[in-house]
């Protein structure tokens, strides 16, 4: 599928895990668990929830992996990295949603189609919702509130998201579920990083342990960045294992701002 047709879809599956790592698995963390009921709750009551959390903990990973299960077809995704106003948020909306023809250049006709379009079960997914403006989320409310629409919206955010939901309170009020997605504990940790990537899954639990507390400190994403050294720094040195050496030459790389 050309990238113009997934404008608005959920991502492929390789493109989960950070870097396409090879070799990834989806494992069943809390967080994952948690999300997956959250969703299928705000699905069936066509409600609003939000999803937030720190840069790298997983929450894009677990929304996009829990609406593939559960409304693969209906999902639709918008995205933005810099403020957008409500005409961008009209566009945006109306690529995602697979509009045919070119976009109407008066607000009201604008509405009028996309209300018309959210008639017809969608969830939408407004990912780095701290980026939108005052407008914007009410502008989401408008057509969440529309009585003939089928709405459910996921909004997933980073630092802020929560702090601006909450700041707005008629999406305050609206909203079904909240959930932060934090770190892993260590003990969790333990359990789903063997299953993450083959290189781990016969390595010694201290060895992960001390991985984790000197350079992961929970973060998927740090386990991702780090297995994806390790992979290449396994394929140089003819290792078939991990070793303490190895990983420390891994987790050298990173940033000394992962450090907690």
């Not at 106003?85 to 006709?109: K, M, N, V, W, Y």
Request: glycine share 6%; net charge negative.
């Amino acid at each position: 599928m050309a990238a113009a047709e997934r404008r608005g879809r959920l991502p492929r599956e390789r493109e989960d895990h950070f870097m396409r790592l090879p070799g990834a698995q989806v494992v069943s963390t809390r967080a994952l668990l948690t999300a997956r009921e959250n969703i299928r709750a705000a699905i069936e009551a066509k409600a609003m929830i939000c999803i937030y959390g720190q840069a790298g903990n997983g929450k894009s990973f677990a929304v996009n992996a829990s609406l593939r299960e559960l409304a693969p077809k209906l999902t639709r995704r918008i995205q933005f990295r810099a403020r957008p106003s409500t005409r961008d948020l009209r566009h945006e909306l109306f690529h995602a949603l697979g509009l045919q023809g070119r976009p109407p250049s008066h607000a009201i006709e604008f509405d009028r189609m996309l209300r018309g379009a959210l008639e017809e079960p969608h969830v939408l997914v407004c990912d780095e919702a701290q980026w939108l403006f005052k407008m914007c989320f009410e502008y989401l409310g408008y057509l969440w509130d529309d009585a003939d629409s089928d709405l459910t919206i996921v909004f997933t955010g980073g630092n802020g998201c929560f702090e601006m939901l909450q700041s707005e309170p008629m999406l305050e009020s609206r909203v079904y579920a909240w959930q932060e997605i934090d770190r892993m504990p260590l003990d969790e940790v333990l359990a789903v990083v063997p299953a993450f990537h083959p290189i781990w899954a016969d390595a010694d639990p201290d060895l992960v342990a001390l991985c984790d507390q000197e350079a992961a400190h929970g973060n998927f994403r740090a386990w991702a960045k780090i297995t994806h050294h390790l992979t290449v720094g396994m394929k140089e040195s003819g290792r078939q294992s991990v070793d303490e050496e190895l990983l420390r030459w891994a987790y050298s790389k990173l940033s000394h701002r992962l450090v907690a």
